[in-house]
């Protein structure tokens, strides 16, 4: 009788794995192996990319400081990463509505939802400009009027809308 009841829970997971894939292949989603799907409210940030503005998330970051007032996850590994594009914040005075600049955007060969973040600091003197992209950013850094600075930190914030 146990192996009866076998042979009948193996059919049944069988005839189960086969309705999952049918389920599968019309819906293209992977059944079960996400979880459910549940809405959670999450802060889109805006940051520029070549004068146009692109949404992303923010979820982990390998600063503790940062974790905490940020109020998402610390973790250590990211320090570890290298080659990731770049991020530019803009720290102290700023021109109005400035925002976060990005080194890259999904569709770029380049892109990687980790990145490597500059903080950006406008010398003495200058009146800021609105600042849109990391080639003006550059640029502004070559003729002296801002400096950039690495700031070993990568952050895990993957862009979610381009444009």
Do not use: C
């Given at each position: 009788?146990?192996?009866?009841?076998?042979?009948?829970?193996?059919?049944?997971?069988?005839?189960?794995?086969?309705?999952?894939?049918?389920?599968?292949?019309?819906?293209?989603?992977?059944?079960?192996?996400l979880g459910g799907v549940s809405k959670s409210p999450q802060a889109t940030y805006k940051g520029y990319y070549d004068g146009h503005k692109d949404g992303y998330?923010?979820?982990?970051?390998?600063?503790?400081?940062?974790?905490?007032?940020?109020?998402?996850?610390?973790?250590?590994?990211?320090?570890?990463?290298?080659?990731?594009?770049?991020?530019?914040?803009?720290?102290?005075?700023?021109?109005?509505?400035?925002?976060?600049?990005?080194?890259?955007?999904?569709?770029?060969?380049?892109?990687?939802?980790?990145?490597?973040?500059?903080?950006?600091?406008?010398?003495?003197?200058?009146?800021?400009?609105?600042?849109?992209?990391?080639?003006?950013?550059?640029?502004?850094?070559?003729?002296?009027?801002?400096?950039?600075?690495?700031?070993?930190?990568?952050?895990?914030?993957?862009?979610?809308?381009?444009?």
């Amino acid at each position: 009788m146990p192996g009866r009841i076998l042979a009948v829970l193996a059919a049944i997971a069988v005839a189960a794995a086969a309705v999952a894939s049918a389920a599968t292949a019309r819906s293209g989603q992977p059944l079960g192996m996400l979880g459910g799907v549940s809405k959670s409210p999450q802060a889109t940030y805006k940051g520029y990319y070549d004068g146009h503005k692109d949404g992303y998330l923010l979820t982990d970051v390998s600063s503790k400081t940062q974790a905490s007032a940020l109020h998402i996850n610390f973790s250590a590994a990211l320090k570890a990463v290298k080659g990731a594009p770049l991020q530019y914040f803009v720290m102290g005075r700023a021109a109005a509505g400035q925002i976060a600049v990005l080194g890259s955007e999904p569709g770029e060969s380049d892109y990687n939802p980790l990145w490597e973040e500059l903080f950006v600091t406008w010398k003495a003197g200058v009146r800021p400009v609105l600042l849109t992209s990391d080639n003006q950013i550059n640029a502004l850094a070559k003729k002296g009027k801002l400096t950039v600075k690495d700031a070993h930190i990568v952050l895990n914030a993957p862009v979610t809308t381009v444009g």
